[in-house]
């Protein structure tokens, strides 16, 4: 008999094995979104459109068990955040310090889909 945590336990495992099979796509999107966004950096729609895929990123990756997505997700919502703002004053940036977080967060999505075919491990 399958106990109540054991059927929490495989569900939450195959949620994050979805979570982790969609995870090119949903980097995919943040990263056209920011392109677009950086090419009209003023288009505020564009802004909340990128934030809301960043942020959705953000607690997804800690919910399905991957804190890296989490952070790198965290780290990128900080700094378009902070170019935002440097816009707003005057102060508009190379894009450079975004770009190195949308790295990230492609790196740790690739990670992340590593450990999910190999969990032990092994390759």
């Known amino acids: ?15 994050s094995a979805a979570f982790v099979s969609q ?12 392109t677009a966004w950086l090419d009209a950096p003023r288009d505020a729609e564009r802004f909340e459109i990128l934030s809301h895929r960043v942020h959705q990123l953000k607690g997804s990756g800690s919910t399905f068990g991957h804190p890296g997505i989490s952070a790198a997700a965290r780290a990128l919502e900080e700094r ?15 894009p450079a310090d975004v770009e190195s977080a949308m ?10 889909r590593t450990q999910a075919s190999d969990p032990e491990g092994n390759s």
């Open 103 to 112: 790295a990230q967060l492609q790196n740790e999505a690739r990670r992340a």
């Open 1 to 15: 008999m399958t106990t109540p945590d054991e059927i929490v336990a495989m569900e939450l495992a195959r949620l």
């Open 80 to 94: 378009i955040s902070a170019y935002r703002r440097g816009m707003d004053s005057g102060e508009l940036r190379a």
């Open 23 to 34: 995870l090119p796509e949903q980097v995919q999107a943040v990263e056209d979104e920011m």
